[in-house]
């Protein structure tokens, strides 16, 4: 892979890297050898806004091919090399489950978010959140992220996802003709852009839990998790 080379920090004055950087050759053959350990990623985006630069453009790219490569393949086959939002916020959604906090945009339910070791995703699972007249879009959903004994409100389960090609979907198309409002407050946790009520529009088939999407196609929600009883257990074997 070709990278263009750049050695000093061009997008601020004040920044500490005043000798210039590595080339960035030499980052992109360093992170591969490391196959692209998402928190050094993270952790080099911290240094400065030429190493954020960098991190954004090339790193969280071959680390979302890398980890899914069938799935970005995918999402890029529309003719367009840029996937909708940044690579940086889709290789968050990958391997981050949001959670929610009191008040937000699940209610009462407060789970810190946190980094998932393991993640499906589906794009037959996918349809089941469209209607009709939407099931030609592609939008590809995780597992859900298993939360137990969440008080009243028992055993939760987060998913999130990604639309491919959003800015050219049925689903953004009728949000726009349903004149859907976005949220007042809440942001996008992948990357802060504003979120539709998928609810509120009511845009969501009847077998589908309530969720949301930002104006970048991810998309995130809650279910709830109905655990098999003891009772049920036995008859099921009797």
Not at 172 to 196: F, G, N, Q, V
Request: with cysteine.
């Amino acid at each position: 892979m070709i990278v263009t080379k750049q050695y000093r920090c061009i997008h601020s004055a004040s920044c500490l890297c005043t000798k210039g950087h590595l080339n960035e050759d030499v980052i992109f053959l360093v992170f591969q050898q490391l196959n692209w350990n998402p928190r050094l990623i993270a952790t080099l985006s911290c240094v400065c806004k030429w190493f954020d630069d960098i991190a954004k453009r090339v790193l969280w790219k071959e680390f979302c091919c890398t980890r899914a490569p069938k799935m970005m393949l995918d999402l890029q086959s529309s003719g367009s090399h840029n996937v909708d939002g940044n690579w940086k916020a889709l290789g968050k959604l990958l391997i981050y489950c949001s959670g929610c906090k009191n008040g937000g945009l699940f209610n009462s339910i407060q789970i810190p978010g946190h980094f998932v070791y393991r993640t499906r995703f589906s794009r037959t699972s996918g349809k089941s959140f469209l209607l009709p007249q939407c099931r030609t879009d592609v939008l590809y959903v995780s597992d859900p992220c298993e939360h137990l004994d969440q008080g009243e409100e028992g055993d939760v389960g987060f998913f999130r996802g990604v639309f491919k090609s959003f800015s050219v979907s049925r689903v953004r198309k009728m949000l726009i003709d349903r004149e859907a409002k976005l949220h007042p407050t809440e942001a996008c946790p992948y990357c802060k852009s504003k979120l539709w009520s998928m609810v509120q529009a009511k845009m969501i088939p009847r077998s589908a839990c309530p969720y949301y999407v930002c104006l970048n196609g991810h998309m995130l929600g809650i279910c709830t998790l109905l655990p098999l009883s003891d009772s049920e257990e036995a008859s099921e074997l009797e």
